[in-house]
Each structure stands twice: as C-alpha cells, then as structure tokens.
Nanobody
Framework: QVHVAESGGRSVQAGGSLRLSCAVS????????MGWFRQVLGQEREFVAA????????NYADSVKGRFTISRDNTKNTVALEMNNLKTEDTAVYYC?????????????????WGQGTQVTVSS
C-alpha cells in the first residue's frame, strides 16, 4: 500500500512564497509520476502540477506557470511544490497524488493514491 502525506501548508500574504512537501512510503516511489492538485470548498479538485518518475518532464496548469515549480528527490521519496508570488486565488487545500502508470497527467481519475491535503491560505 502506498501512503502519501503532505506538509507545509500555512497562511501567507499575497506576493509571498511557500514550499509544500509530500512524502511517499510503500511501493516504489521512483517509478511513480507525482502530481499536485488543489481544491476549494464546494468546487472540483483541480490540477496544479505534475512530474514524471525521472523528474525530467513536468506539466503545469496555466494559472500557476511561471510561479510554481514541482520537483522530486527519488533518494528521499519526496516531491515538493515551490510556490512564489502567491495570489489570494491560490487559497485551497493542496493534495499530493501518485500516478502509478502515467507520466505528467492532469486528471484526478488518473491518480491512484492521495494524501489528506494541506491548507494554504493567501491573504491580501
């Protein structure tokens, strides 16, 4: 069983930066593509960023391109999301997920294991 756990969410002012971390245990992390998604209460969960198993390929939602960076460390079984120039509309619960079969996919249905989420609140 693969276990996914996010951390690093907190309140931050607009324009600030934040780094989210995701630790994965169980299975073979270096074979999984990983993704970050976010969800606002009452809305659908949306894609933020994804990274291939090797780390060489990445994919970003248009809304975060140029501001967010996804990275991974296969020696530590972790994936990170560096968020810069945060906006109030980035406020959401952020989820990390593992994709056992794909590369940098963006649909929630394509991911197999999910964490519990970490809250990010951006205030003006």
């Amino acid at each position: 069983q693969v276990h996914v756990a996010e951390s690093g969410g907190r309140s931050v002012q607009a324009g600030g930066s934040l780094r989210l971390s995701c630790a994965v245990s169980g299975g073979t992390f270096s074979r999984y593509a990983m993704g970050w998604f976010r969800q606002v209460l009452g809305q659908e969960r949306e894609f933020v960023a994804a990274i291939s198993w090797s780390g060489f390929a990445t994919n970003y939602a248009d809304s975060v391109k140029g501001r967010f960076t996804i990275s991974r460390d296969n020696t530590k079984n972790t994936v990170a999301l560096e968020m810069n120039n945060l906006k109030t509309e980035d406020t959401a619960v952020y989820y990390c997920a593992a994709d056992l079969y794909g590369s940098t996919r963006s649909r929630t249905s394509e991911y197999d294991y999910w964490g519990q989420g970490t809250q990010v609140t951006v205030s003006s």
